[in-house]
């Protein structure tokens, strides 16, 4: 075999090293080019597909400057998040205020704006904006999803944006029926006996997987555009991995990780925006550093106060200002925490106003 010359093998290794250079650019290019493909991801009833018409881009997070023009089109939409609800360093407040259902917006629209117009807008605002079964209500631009009451929801939007009320939206985490049936590939699925079929809840609704990169890229999507619309705060509802042993999963990491991992992705894709990301859950011990959003705590009663927030100590660096209790009760063991009342009671068509004091 004849022997390359010292020229010859110095010129190869000079290509080699080219290629190589080559290559490389190649492969940084490529990965931007597809980081650059996310904005054009679009959901839709039919599946997942690139729209260059519409970008995740046109529902902008933490826009400051205002566009003097008062007509924008569709899917670009202002950002006026307001800093009431934190502090000059930028750190969360306490926080008072109502919660309103997706019950109490269906039964009588008509009254809770009514009450809202009776509050102080100092109050804080937590909205249910959608269903466990895939129900927007309020109208969504995201292509495909299922819409209703939204005139209702709009107009109340409309009001507290205007009139400065801090606005927190609370959506389902992985709850979502309509979302299942169109793409249930992302769906959880139950395993048993060789037959597969989507795994429901005790309502009967279709979750969709926590360990799926598209379903955590939706959630984004409805995050941005709820900013968009001028809420300073997300909370996801029922943030967990159901238990049920008959589910198939394919990571190997275990449940709990999984539901950490996913956390800490929604949460770090907001870093740095004026959109906070929090969470609804009793789990004394959620598995994520919260140190970024709040818990919000649900059914505790007034003589379990103390020890609920003795046990998210380690899980929050503030039980003051990152633990609010949701409850429908006027005990003033939760008046030193953070604490979100209904805006309507279910025993009373009157107005209750979040002040209003009650003795234990």
């Known amino acids: 075999m004849r022997k390359l010359s010292y020229r010859h093998r110095l010129r190869l290794k000079r290509l080699g090293k080219w290629i190589g250079i080559c290559a490389l650019v190649l492969?940084?290019?490529?990965?931007?080019?597809?980081?650059?493909?996310?904005?054009?991801?679009?959901?839709t009833s039919e599946g997942v597909k690139l729209d260059f018409d519409h970008s995740t881009l046109d529902i902008p997070v933490n826009d400051e400057t205002e566009d003097p023009e008062p007509h924008k089109k569709p899917g670009h939409v202002e950002i006026e998040i307001k800093d009431d609800e934190q502090?000059?360093?930028?750190?969360?407040?306490?926080?008072?205020?109502?919660?309103?259902?997706?019950?109490?917006?269906?039964?009588?629209?008509d009254l809770v704006l009514e009450t809202v117009r009776a509050l102080d807008n100092t109050n804080a605002v937590m909205i249910d904006v959608k269903d466990d079964n895939g129900n927007f209500y309020y109208n969504t631009e995201i292509?495909?999803?299922?819409?209703?009451?939204?005139d209702a929801l709009d107009e109340l939007i409309d009001f507290?944006?205007?009139?400065?009320?801090?606005?927190?939206?609370?959506?389902p985490a992985f709850a979502d029926t309509s979302f299942v049936k169109s793409h249930p590939d992302l769906a959880l699925w139950n395993e048993s006996g060789g037959s597969r079929e989507l795994w429901a809840d005790e309502n009967e609704n279709n979750w969709l997987s926590p360990e799926k990169p598209t379903v955590l890229s939706y959630q984004e999507q409805i995050c941005k555009e709820l900013s968009s619309l001028g809420f300073q705060e997300v909370v996801f509802n029922d943030f967990y991995f159901p238990t049920s042993g008959t589910i198939v999963y394919t990571s190997n990491l275990t449940r709990s990780e999984l539901i950490a991992d996913a956390a800490k992705e929604v949460q770090n894709a907001f870093t740095g925006s004026n959109l906070t990301i929090s969470f609804c859950t009793?789990?004394?011990a959620f598995p994520v550093d919260a140190s970024a959003g709040r818990l919000y705590v649900p059914d505790v009663s007034g003589a379990n106060v103390d020890k609920m927030i003795a046990s998210l100590s380690n899980t929050v660096n503030n039980t003051t200002t990152q633990v609010v209790f949701l409850s429908d009760s006027r005990d003033t063991r939760f008046d030193n925490y953070g604490t979100l009342?209904?805006?309507?009671?279910?025993s009373s068509v009157d107005i209750v106003l979040p002040d209003a004091e009650e003795e234990r």
Request: proline fraction near 4%.
């Open 27 to 43: 492969a940084v290019l490529m990965i931007f080019f597809l980081i650059y493909m996310q904005r054009y991801v679009v959901y």
């Open 87 to 109: 502090t000059a360093d930028g750190k969360l407040k306490q926080l008072k205020g109502v919660y309103i259902t997706v019950d109490m917006l269906r039964s009588n629209p």
């Open 143 to 150: 292509t495909g999803m299922k819409k209703a009451n939204t």
């Open 160 to 171: 507290l944006k205007r009139n400065g009320y801090p606005m927190i939206a609370r959506i």
């Open 282 to 284: 009793a789990d004394t």
């Open 341 to 346: 009342r209904p805006l309507l009671y279910e």
